[in-house]
């Protein structure tokens, strides 16, 4: 099959970010060698978070490709956070169309919410990520893959000017962090939604569209639908027809530059630190 350019950018990003967190330095050496090889079944493991929405089943067929390719092993995991009706389905064809990807081991977890103080939505991303951080445990997974795309990191943004101020704010996510001992990457930071979107079509994946993102709603999403909903479905598009020009890129470019500033303001305050502790 040919690749199309959106394909072969998307091989290239996961490569790259595989290769940021040393995945290079673990595979089989013959993988380095022309040829057809077997990935071995004790090779590196990769797991992909994946929701069964378009830019999680993007990410993942992608990096099947990538981790074959490198000698390594792909996997997914997927959690079911039981908010909404029919999850359990949702969850279950999310797992049939990895497996049919070619994906494994393939991990179906449920969490248990318990919205406190914090909210349902900062409940839910917390119980997430205990379950991905514990299925990075158990299988022995070097790094969990995270579908987040250029846009996902532009609304990041305006919710951490919203909600917050300075440089944290305007960093955004990072590519590569570390969570209760837990590797996590986002390969997709530098491609759009409708660039994952297209890779689905290129591939002829089917896709779960969560409801509470608010696409079949016109007009204003109400102020019962997620933050991250509405600023997607009203507030970047106002912008952006305000501004006349392409604002998620411009946020999201912003926000790796800012990343930047923001590591080294770290960095040097860990030295700091050290030096005044000794």
Request: aromatic fraction near 4%.
């Amino acid at each position: 099959m040919a690749y199309s350019a959106r394909l072969r950018k998307a091989v290239g990003a996961v490569r790259a970010t595989l290769s940021a967190v040393e995945l290079c330095d673990v595979q089989a050496p013959e993988f380095a060698q022309h040829g057809d090889h077997a990935v071995a079944s004790d090779a590196p493991l990769v797991l992909v978070a994946c929701s069964g929405g378009r830019d999680s089943m993007a990410l993942a067929a992608v990096s099947h490709i990538v981790c074959t390719s490198m000698g390594a092993r792909c996997g997914a995991v997927i959690v079911d956070h039981g908010l909404q009706e029919g999850s359990e389905q949702v969850a279950s064809e999310a797992a049939d169309c990895c497996r049919a990807l070619g994906l494994g081991p393939v991990i179906v977890r449920n969490a248990t919410v318990q919205a406190r103080g914090e909210g349902l939505e900062a409940a839910a991303r917390q119980a997430r990520y205990d379950e991905l951080c514990a299925a990075a445990h158990e299988s022995g997974a070097i790094a969990v893959l995270l579908a987040h795309t250029m846009d996902d990191q532009a609304e990041t943004v305006l919710i951490g000017l919203l909600r917050s101020r300075g440089v944290d704010a305007l960093a955004g996510m990072p590519q590569v962090f570390t969570r209760s001992g837990a590797t996590f990457a986002r390969p997709l930071l530098t491609l759009t939604r409708a660039e994952t979107t297209g890779i689905c079509e290129d591939l002829g994946m089917e896709y779960w569209d969560d409801p509470t993102n608010g696409d079949a709603v016109d007009g204003e999403l109400p102020n019962d639908y997620p933050l991250r909903s509405r600023v997607r479905h009203d507030l970047l598009p106002a912008i952006e027809r305000f501004a006349g020009f392409n604002v998620t890129r411009h946020f999201a470019e912003s926000a790796r530059l800012a990343r930047m500033d923001k590591e080294y303001l770290d960095q040097r305050s860990d030295e700091v630190m050290g030096e005044a502790v000794t």
